[in-house]
């Protein structure tokens, strides 16, 4: 089975511009999360939808929004970026059943400049 | 609040046994380990839940005491394969599916 798949994979953006991620879960699971990890630190929690509601929100500015289509995959959207945001973002999804597992896809990777 | 790791680094030789802290200020649900390999996503390891449980995946196991909000992370006889850096990540509420992740444990592995 297809694991967990982000697009794009590498990103490079100015100052003030606008970046648009995205994720599709494994098959079958309708949860997606969405943290972002700094060089060296701990991923930390942006967003969690399921069945296209949002579930959780982490402390990160209004800059920051999502949101899941009806087929659960899911866009992340940064507007304003500023060089701070510069990070691994990485998506995670969850089994229905077992919905506290989460398994993460390959992050994109911002550069900010 | 970001449950704290420790220690922040182990290096071991290839067959010696490690063991890694998690730490938390708050009443816990569950315990989560992951490893991640340099460039790599996050790979699930297990989840701990409330009521003290121990759980073991070949050569690496975990406990989790709910009373002292800690879990710790046992690797056993160390493979190369097992260098990382390990994170737990918790859970204060039951189906919150928020993780909030340690700062992590860098662990090498020489042979």
């Known amino acids: 089975d297809a694991g967990v798949t982000q697009s794009p994979t590498h990103l490079i953006k100015t100052r003030g511009q606008h970046v648009t991620l995205r994720c599709s879960p494994i098959?079958?699971?309708?949860?997606v999360s969405w943290y972002q990890q700094v060089l060296g630190q701990g991923p930390q929690f942006i967003f969690q939808?399921?069945?296209?509601?949002?579930?959780g929100r982490g402390n990160f500015p209004d800059r920051f929004s999502a949101r899941q289509f009806p087929n659960y995959s899911s866009e992340l959207n940064v507007n304003a970026l500023l060089l701070g945001d510069s990070a691994l973002y990485l998506c995670?999804?969850?089994?229905?059943?077992?919905?506290?597992?989460?398994?993460f896809g390959p992050g994109t990777r911002l550069t900010v400049t | 609040q970001q449950p704290v790791q420790s220690p922040q680094a182990v290096i071991l030789r290839e067959g010696e046994d490690a063991v890694i802290n998690c730490s938390s200020s708050?009443?816990?649900?569950?315990v989560h380990w992951y490893r991640q390999k340099h460039g790599e996503a996050p790979v699930f390891l297990m989840i701990?839940?409330?009521?003290?449980e121990q759980k073991g995946h070949e050569k690496i196991s975990a406990s989790f005491n709910e009373k002292k909000q800690q879990s710790s992370l046992y690797l056993t006889a160390s493979q190369l394969s097992y260098s990382g850096t390990y994170f737990c990540?918790?859970?204060?509420?039951?189906?919150?599916?928020?993780?909030?992740f340690g700062q992590g444990t860098r662990l090498t592995i020489n042979p």
């Open positions: 995670a999804s969850s089994p229905p059943v077992r919905v506290n597992e989460q398994y």
């Open positions: 098959s079958g699971h309708k949860s």
């Open positions: 939808y399921y069945e296209k509601e949002e579930r």
């Open positions: 708050k009443a816990l649900y569950s």
């Open positions: 701990l839940l409330k009521g003290g």
């Open positions: 990540g918790t859970e204060s509420i039951q189906g919150a599916q928020k993780l909030v």
